[in-house]
């Protein structure tokens, strides 16, 4: 139990052009969506969290009108990185938790290696 | 002070040895704490959640938790090559409603 798809899990596309990453909980109803970058050889950044039918919060120094977080439904959300430019190519995590019996625990999915050329 | 940090590694055991995996945190009011388990190029997996203070064992894996302390660590029994990767620390605090805060990481090289 407790897994996270996402899709893609890779993309290339042009600067200017915007990137839809999508992110499912296949097996339980999440209430809270998280989504990481993660450049290489670094950590985990958070970039924002996200609970179903509300706005998401974003971490300081993240751009919340280039990174489009939508999280619709207890089993999806959505990062849309927008007029993607080279320095926002990177690898994004999202993962999901969901109430008891889960409780807290975080669990990931594969991630999603953006590459903005 | 990072609210959350581990060994500053990397960390090099021979095969067959103990690897031992230490994280410490801030807020003492923290109540979970998680080991992660990341392979290069890979998301992060579950490898444990502790909530309790004490010992939690699965298979080779043994996670340590003292909230008086306020550390947390990880012991990998007989490690294999296929150990390797890198480790990372969580700790859900109260105040955070179910965020995790991570540590930057222990690599952790299992040498044949």
């Known amino acids: 139990g407790a897994v996270v798809s996402q899709h893609p899990s890779w993309v290339i596309c042009k600067s200017g052009t915007s990137v839809k990453i999508e992110c499912r909980s296949l097996?339980?109803?999440?209430?809270?969506m998280f989504w990481y970058r993660q450049f290489p050889k670094q950590s985990l950044m958070l970039m924002a969290t996200?609970?179903?039918?509300?706005?998401?919060?974003?971490e300081q120094g993240v751009e919340k009108d280039k990174f489009l977080i939508n999280h619709a439904s207890l089993t999806l959300s959505t990062l849309t990185v927008t007029s993607a430019h080279p320095e926002d190519s990177s690898f994004y995590i999202c993962?999901?938790?969901?109430?008891?019996?889960?409780?807290?625990?975080?669990?990931f999915g594969p991630g999603t290696r953006l590459t903005v050329l | 002070q990072k609210e959350v940090e581990q060994n500053s590694g990397p960390l090099s055991v021979p095969e067959g040895a103990i690897a031992s995996l230490n994280c410490t945190y801030s807020?003492?009011?923290?109540?979970?704490f998680f080991w992660y388990r990341q392979y290069s190029g890979k998301s992060p997996e579950l490898i444990m959640s502790?909530?309790?203070?004490g010992d939690k064992e699965d298979g080779r894996f043994t996670a340590q938790l003292n909230k008086a302390s306020q550390y947390v660590s990880l012991l990998i029994r007989d490690s294999q090559p296929s150990d390797s990767a890198t480790y990372l620390c969580?700790?859900?605090?109260?105040?955070?409603?179910?965020?995790?805060?991570f540590g930057d990481g222990t690599t952790l090289t299992v040498k044949p």
């Open positions: 993962s999901a938790s969901a109430p008891p019996p889960l409780g807290d625990t975080q669990y």
């Open positions: 097996d339980f109803q999440a209430t809270t």
């Open positions: 996200s609970n179903e039918g509300s706005k998401a919060t974003y």
């Open positions: 807020d003492r009011v923290s109540q979970s």
């Open positions: 502790i909530y309790s203070n």
């Open positions: 969580a700790v859900n605090m109260r105040t955070n409603a179910g965020k995790s805060t």
